[in-house]
């Protein structure tokens, strides 16, 4: 058990809708990151929040997004979905987040497994 | 292009065998690299974190080295047991500015009794 807890396990959704993925890190790492792990893409970095700010940017699409709220846990949105966004959507956290220095080891959650029907 | 190529893209092994795992990046200004272990449905577990200046890290029975002038990592395993049957990640990360990584596709290994 890493200490990181996503929620929910499984989601099961249709074309265009909306949904709402959640993260709570290790107690006391400032930092949250998301990633989307495919089949066909492997593991993509989407975007790293520190301690309440947006620290960095990567392949997210502008259908996504996410925020950190003032007790850390992070939430990850998807909009108009399509078939493609199903995936595997994991989140990690570390203690460290400032910019460019990330050396700290980060913790992976168990995952989101989001299917698009 | 930064790049992050790994080898062989699966590996089958008997139970107490060594092997050595491939990664190959073109990934620049380079800060650091990392090994993960994942479990089929599970989230990465990291293994090692290696800068610039380390060239070989241990952790258990995982062994990783790095040599950054010619941009090639290998993952040691010794001593193999059934539960390292797992995907192995190699992921680089850029320096300077925020936080870039790269991620390998991974090799597949399989550890039969």
């Known amino acids: 058990d890493s200490g990181v807890t996503q929620t929910p396990k499984h989601l099961i959704t249709a074309t265009g809708q909306r949904v709402t993925l959640r993260c709570s890190p290790r107690?006391?790492?400032?930092?949250v990151y998301w990633y989307q792990q495919s089949l066909d893409q492997g593991l993509q970095f989407l975007i790293q929040y520190y301690n309440g700010e947006e620290r960095a940017k990567g392949n997210i699409l502008e259908r996504f997004s996410a925020q950190q709220f003032p007790d850390l846990h992070s939430e990850l949105n998807l909009s108009s979905l399509e078939l493609g966004d199903s995936a595997l959507y994991f989140c990690?956290?570390?203690?460290?987040?400032?910019?460019?220095?990330?050396?700290?080891?980060?913790?992976f959650g168990p995952g989101t497994r989001l299917t698009v029907l | 292009k930064n790049q992050v190529e790994q080898s062989p893209q699966s590996l089958i092994i008997l139970e107490g065998k060594n092997c050595t795992l491939q990664c190959n990046y073109t990934v620049s200004p380079f800060s650091n690299l990392r090994w993960y272990k994942q479990d089929t449905g599970r989230g990465p577990v990291s293994l090692t974190i290696?800068?610039?200046?380390?060239n070989t890290k241990s952790n258990g029975r995982y062994t990783a080295t790095l040599d950054a002038d010619t941009k090639q990592s290998s993952l040691h395993i010794t001593a193999s047991q059934l539960s390292d049957s797992a995907s192995y990640i190699c992921?680089?990360?850029?320096?300077?500015?925020?936080?870039?990584?790269?991620f390998g596709r991974g090799t597949s290994l399989i550890v039969h009794p």
């Open positions: 107690s006391g790492d400032l930092s």
């Open positions: 990690a956290s570390s203690v460290e987040g400032l910019a460019g220095v990330v050396y700290n080891e980060q913790f």
């Open positions: 290696m800068t610039f200046s380390e």
């Open positions: 992921v680089v990360s850029r320096s300077g500015g925020s936080y870039i990584p790269t």
